[in-house]
């Protein structure tokens, strides 16, 4: 078995109950609030600001220009790309991407950012591909099985974000599996152990910014802005 296949098997649970999630259903069934969708695209602006940031740092630890290429093709894909799901939020939300910009981190999306800075930080590039990974890979894995189940049509609220996530072909998950498949053989014990360790809690992390979005999380005590 492949490290990847055996990081995917570990990993069931947590992917199965991504899907479980009422958010992920209320994608399925059209069926969420303005104030879930809104909260959800403000985290997830800042989120994504983030990873072009940890794949700037991935970049400074690449030897070679294959590498190189494959992480600027994927800061390319979020600033062009990956705003089409955004926006199929904000229709359904009636309101303006622009106005969810620039807002402060809930604490999972601070947390789950932290956990990928650190491990971009201190980490080899073996371990910062598998601290990524589940951000691609969870998604993809929701968008392939929302268009099976659920087969929208053009009248389904959120038919953009479904098919702009299922019907990925050339999908980054494939190459950041090949790669990291690759890399594993090369590292040691440890090494691979903190592979499994920093992949395994992205996967928490992905369900639990599902889960802010759907509660809509705020830090515990309540801050008056002073102006200064
Ligand atoms: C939190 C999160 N995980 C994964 C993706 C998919 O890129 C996203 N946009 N946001």
């Not at 590039?125 to 392939?144: D, F, M, N, Q, R």
């Not at 929302?146 to 953009?160: C, Q």
Request: with cysteine.
């Amino acid at each position: 078995m492949s490290f990847s296949v055996e990081l995917r098997k570990e990993a069931d649970p947590i992917f199965n109950a991504i899907f479980e999630h009422p958010f992920v259903q209320g994608i399925a069934n059209g069926d969420l609030k303005k104030e879930q969708l809104i909260h959800y695209v403000k985290q997830d602006f800042e989120y994504l600001n983030a990873f072009i940031r940890i794949y700037g740092m991935a970049i400074s630890k690449c030897k070679d220009r294959k590498d190189m290429e494959m992480f600027n093709k994927q800061i390319s894909f979020i600033l062009n790309s990956e705003t089409h799901p955004h926006h199929n939020f904000c229709q359904v939300a009636d309101v303006k991407y622009e106005e969810l910009q620039g807002y402060p981190l809930s604490p999972t999306a601070h947390q789950y950012i932290r956990h990928m800075l650190t491990v971009a930080h201190e980490g080899t590039l073996g371990e910062i591909i598998a601290v990524l990974l589940p951000c691609p890979w969870t998604y993809w894995e929701i968008g392939k099985r929302l268009l099976t189940e659920v087969n929208p049509d053009r009248s389904h609220p959120f038919y953009e974000w479904i098919h702009f996530y299922g019907n990925r072909t050339d999908s980054i998950t494939t190459k950041f599996c090949a790669r990291l498949d690759e890399l594993v053989k090369e590292a040691t014990n440890i090494e691979k152990e903190k592979m499994k360790e920093h992949f395994l809690l992205s996967c928490q992390l992905e369900y639990m910014f599902w889960d802010m979005a759907y509660k809509l999380e705020d830090w515990p005590v309540k801050m008056e802005v002073i102006q200064s």
